[in-house]
């Protein structure tokens, strides 16, 4: 592995996996996913819906139990948590959901909502809890007059930025955010991705950020996994990864995406069928059935390999595919650390 | 508009009682639609959209749903004229309706085939055998193998219980297309299929579409005409081009400023400050003005009129006028 500089990493996945028992076999939900979030980027994961991601999201903040593999949270080993421990954890680690109509407790107030994390943690004396509540609410912009609504009462806007407020009030480290726009009109889309952002520039948030929406998904993240029935096809910054889309599956996710620009229309790669069950798949790649390149080797178990410098890919024929773009990309890669190279250079010069 | 266009609205008003309100959902919205082209009606929840197709077809909630006002001429008949029987010849003959959410519009104890059968023998009277084998055709055109006429929706995916509710709307070959969100509960990839699959159909069966979205990357594909609608009103009409190269309207131009697009790189997305005008209060003067960042006194005191800025291009402000 290539490092350009030391990594300060937040939250490691090691090989998770996660299967549920149904009647027709074993659902695949998260199979063998091992990923590195740093402190304060925001990591992507897109696919589509059944994909896995949602499980994923859910099982690194201990909402349900791997079945295996590690997760290590400040270079901490915390796949197994004690009560002790899961506690201190759910002040380290939360999670805004996708519904702001049905994760909110109908029969709590705004304020109360928001104040339950602090009285169950004792985090905050009593005698401040009214101050923290309001500086909470400030900080995710609702209005005070608000305080005794009940969630019914306010529009899904508003009531995102409650799920928001309740998963900050204790001043977590990592968040997971589970298509936190996906149910949000285009306009109340953006004050809430805006709200996200600034909030992260703020409090030094680290997001793992969770949809299938490639759009909000490149304005957001530094960069972006993308899955295909449980498991990670591909890495990369996002910006490159969108220059370089590598992955036959992640092309063709980039292709379908519609853009209002209509001097960039781009034609769609032909996907065929849809997305394959996860239950008992069969070794080899998942994608294959799917897939316009297929050919035998595909259903041979494949591996996530490293194409360019942190750019992984999960495909036995990319580099016969792609052997422009990497080659592209790579001169890039070059001409970038010559820059680097030089810069550091003259900052040492600089310095003495 | 010169009389003689396929599909026009005119002054369209439409008003719901709910628990003793009267909400307000579609104030004077006029349109028209030539043979063959496509018609976006675009906004946000609330706006009306949904409430127009279902005035064309006249399939608002009874007896929530008055139409106050206005005519719907298609096809040189009023619509709003005709008697039950009449009208039931229109919907699902001459227009027809694909609804948003595919796992709601069929019915889970029949086979997805009779279903589509239903629809044509319904309009035509023709053997049974012969139905059927229209509804096979059907299936297999939306890409789904005619062997599975005789399964359940739930034997079939999101994706595929779309086309199948497309198919069924198509079964008669219809002059009009109200998609209602045909896409939005689907994935982008079986929503690429789904769309690529509507402009099949208009190429080769020649149907008009009103798609109803609040995606303007859809409507950048798929769309001849745009109408923006904001609180039951069109604040910005015209051909795509003139609409997504020179959006005119303070809300239009919000729209485009708000979705994280590909092809920008724009750090912060120009959000739209506060939320639509409840519909249920009366607005004086313009419905965007309260959100609005170029609002003055003459817009909060008088109402604009749709007004052209450039030949086919109008827009429902007065700063656009000058």
């Known amino acids: ?352 | 508009m010169d009389g003689n266009e396929f599909l026009e609205v005119k002054d369209l008003v439409v008003e719901y009682t709910s628990g003793g309100r009267v909400i307000h959902a579609v104030n004077g919205i006029s349109f028209s639609l030539e043979k063959g082209k496509n018609l976006a009606l675009v906004g946000e929840t609330g706006a009306g959209k949904t409430t127009v197709a279902k005035s064309i077809l006249r399939i608002l909630p009874d007896p929530q749903g008055v139409i106050k006002n206005g005519s719907i001429t298609f096809e040189n008949q009023n619509l709003l004229k005709l008697n039950g029987s009449e009208m039931r010849k229109v919907r699902g003959k001459k227009i027809s309706m694909v609804f948003q959410d595919p796992m709601t519009a069929l019915n889970p104890v029949k086979t997805v085939g009779y279903q589509i059968t239903e629809v044509i023998r319904k309009h035509d009277l023709i053997a049974k055998k012969d139905a059927i084998e229209q509804a096979k055709k059907m299936l297999e055109m939306v890409g789904i193998p005619g062997e599975r006429y005789y399964e359940y929706p739930h034997q079939f995916s999101g994706g595929m219980k779309q086309r199948v509710v497309i198919a069924m709307a198509l079964a008669n070959k219809p002059d009009l297309l109200l998609a209602d969100e045909p896409t939005t509960a689907l994935d982008v990839t079986i929503q690429a299929q789904v769309l690529e699959m509507m402009s099949n159909l208009k190429e080769t069966l020649g149907t008009s579409i009103i798609l109803i979205t609040h995606d303007l990357g859809i409507v950048a594909k798929e769309c001849d005409i745009v109408a923006v609608v904001y609180a039951g009103e069109i604040v910005e009409y015209g051909d795509k081009e003139s609409v997504f190269r020179n959006p005119a309207h303070p809300y239009t131009k919000g729209l485009f400023g708000a979705i994280p697009d590909l092809h920008s790189n724009a750090r912060r997305l120009a959000n739209i400050e506060g939320l639509p005008p409840d519909p249920s209060e009366p607005l004086t003067g313009c419905c965007f003005h309260p959100r609005c960042k170029y609002a003055t006194d003459k817009c909060a005191a008088n109402k604009p009129e749709l007004m052209e800025i450039t030949p086919g291009h109008l827009c429902r402000c007065f700063q656009s006028a000058n």
Do not use: W
């Not at chain 1, 079945?67 to 954890?89: M, Q």
């Not at chain 1, 292709?255 to 620009?261: N, V």
């Open chain 1, 1 to 352: 592995m290539i490092s350009e500089k030391k990594r300060d990493t937040l939250v490691e996945i090691d090989h998770l996996k996660k299967y549920f028992d149904v009647a027709a076999g074993t659902v695949h939900a998260v199979d063998d996913i091992t990923m590195k979030i740093d402190r304060g980027e925001t990591m992507g994961i897109v696919g589509e819906s059944g994909c896995g991601k949602s499980t994923l999201g859910r099982n690194i903040i201990h909402l349900q139990n791997p079945t295996s593999g590690n997760i290590i949270f400040e270079g901490k080993d915390v796949t197994r948590p004690d009560a002790k421990e899961l506690k201190r954890l759910r002040g380290e680690m939360q999670i805004i959901f996708q519904d702001p109509y049905s994760s909110l407790n109908p029969r709590m107030t705004v304020e109360e909502t928001i104040m339950e994390p602090l009285i169950l943690t004792n985090r905050v004396p009593k005698e401040k809890m009214d101050a923290e509540t309001k500086r909470i609410m400030d900080l995710v912009g609702i209005a005070r007059r608000v305080r005794q609504s009940y969630p019914h009462e306010l529009d899904g806007g508003r009531r995102q930025r409650v799920g928001i407020g309740r998963a900050l009030a204790l001043d977590p480290k990592f968040i997971v955010c589970d298509e936190p726009v996906s149910a949000l009109d285009v306009s109340i889309q953006a004050q809430i991705l805006n709200l996200l952002m600034d909030l992260q520039d703020e409090q030094g948030l680290t997001y793992m950020f969770i949809t299938h929406d490639m759009s909000v998904v490149r304005h957001i993240s530094n960069n972006i996994s993308v899955m295909y029935l449980g498991q990670l096809v591909e890495t990369n910054e996002t910006k490159k990864l969108f220059n370089y889309p590598l992955h036959p599956y992640t092309e063709s996710l980039l292709s379908a995406i519609p853009t209002i620009d209509l001097d960039h229309q781009h034609e769609r790669i032909k996907m065929k069928g849809e997305i394959t069950s996860p239950i008992d798949p069969k070794p080899g790649c998942r994608f294959a059935a799917r897939c316009p390149y297929v050919k035998e080797e595909c259903h041979q178990p494949q591996k996530l390999e490293e194409i360019l410098p942190r750019h992984f890919v999960s495909c036995c024929r990319v580099r016969e595919l792609r052997k422009e773009q990497i080659g592209r990309a790579m001169r890039e890669f070059e001409i970038e650390r010559g820059k680097n190279h030089a810069k550091a250079r003259e900052g040492v010069d600089n310095g003495q």
